[in-house]
């Protein structure tokens, strides 16, 4: 059970994470709120973040997507190990 790695961060806090895993090529993972209210957990690799859009890779797809950054409820690392 339990909530997973994920908390829920403030929008600028979530933004500024993700434009620093931009800049260094990170790959992390995000909470992502559906148009459901349903939030699943991604991972990916930020490509460009642009007008409120994040544009990804994400490896559950194999795609590159775009993600409302307004619905974004948290970014984290991807652990070390």
Do not use: C, K, M, N
């Amino acid at each position: 059970g339990g909530r997973g790695r994920l908390g829920r961060t403030t929008a600028a806090t979530t933004l500024a994470e993700l434009r620093e895993a931009l800049e260094v090529g990170a790959t992390v993972w995000i909470g992502y709120v559906d148009q459901h209210g349903a939030t699943t957990e991604r991972l990916i690799d930020p490509a460009r973040i642009e007008g409120g859009w994040l544009s990804a890779f994400d490896h559950r797809s194999g795609e590159v997507r775009s993600f409302a950054v307004h619905r974004i409820s948290g970014v984290a690392p991807v652990d070390a190990a």
